[in-house]
């Protein structure tokens, strides 16, 4: 089966099409464009047409062949939260869940989709008169919504869910050694944490700061217009022997903030829950290729960091040009981790 992973973000569109048969995934072609003017979020039903339009044009260009499309939601309108319940049976988590879930939403439990996910204990002897549950709800109004776009592009869609859980699907490994890793997914207008032990996500977070606000700050303290800060942040980041570090300069202030609030969320997160420390730090998302970035997190966190590979998950062929596969790998983390769902 030939399947298409497609991830909508606020700056970039991002597609992965994949073909999947005896237990493999085999990469077909993967691209990327410049996110479209209108936003998935807008109840406009001509925006929905624009976006069906602009949508089957993407896909024509990047000459992806396959009609079936797993694809992710945006993270700033989903609802994940990992909660702690009393120890019961499958059956008696389903309603105590949706009645826990009322306390935590900021909109009715009857506008959203809601799911649930039991997390197994984390700690060998950990108490277990208490069951923690991963809650993932979605508007159902986004969900209708997006559906018809797809649909209107010609598309099958036959999987959507958050990016979150793309991403951990397609950076984890089976291993026995598998460290604690904090996934850091530096978006254009936001950053998104996850804790994953093993394969369950165990902890999520927002911080409001993303690759906007330092190409931002890039323009203000240099004085240069928003398209060329954009290129001098992809260029040279952080990495101090670029431009007399000027540039690093510039943005260290910003991406400190990001730093310093991903610090906070491992302290408490280690408070919580000990025995098992972060030890490893993966980055992904577009602003996660800049320059100097794995070295300045390293420093500052005090902590193993790594970009994504999502690739190792795919069948690559050698017509691929592996040092640009390398570069983009981090961009494409949700995308490959879509077409690797279960559907």
Known sequence: ????????????????????????????????????????LSES????????????????ESSFSSTNVVASF??????????????????EVEKAVFWEAE????ISIEDVTLNFQILPKD????????????????????????VKILIKAGLTPVGLEPESMSIARSIYYNESSYPVTLVVNIGSEVTNLSILVDDYIRFTRSISTGGSSISRAISQELNLEAKQAQEYLKSYGLDESKMDGKIKASIEP????????????????????NP?????????????????????????????VQKAD???KLVVASKFNEKELDDLGPMFATGVGLVLKDI
Not at 75 to 80: A, I, L, R, S, Y
Not at 259 to 267: D, G, P, Q
Request: glycine letters at 6%; one cysteine or more.
């Open 123 to 146: 700690i060998e002897g950990e108490s277990s008169d208490k069951t923690e549950v991963l809650l993932v709800a979605v508007p159902k109004g986004l969900v209708q919504r997006f």
């Open 74 to 91: 945006p993270e700033t309108h989903v609802f994940t939260r990992v909660i702690e319940i009393p120890k019961m049976s499958r059956k």
């Open 310 to 312: 999502p690739w190792k």
């Open 103 to 106: 306390q935590y939403l900021p």
């Open 45 to 60: 039903a001509t925006d929905a047409d624009k976006l069906s339009e602009s949508l089957r044009k993407f896909i024509s």
């Open 276 to 304: 098992r420390r972060v030890k490893r730090v993966v980055l992904c998302g577009g602003t996660s290729t800049v320059p100097g970035i794995l070295v300045h997190t390293a420093q500052y966190l005090n902590l193993e």
């Open 1 to 40: 089966m030939d399947i298409i992973g497609l991830d909508i973000g606020t700056s970039l569109i991002k597609g992965v099409a994949v073909r999947k048969e005896k237990g493999t995934c085999e990469l077909l072609n993967y691209a990327f464009s410049p996110a479209f003017k209108e936003s998935l």
């Open 254 to 273: 910003v991406f400190n903030v990001i730093l310093n609030e991903i610090r906070k969320s491992v302290a408490f997160y280690e408070t919580r829950k």
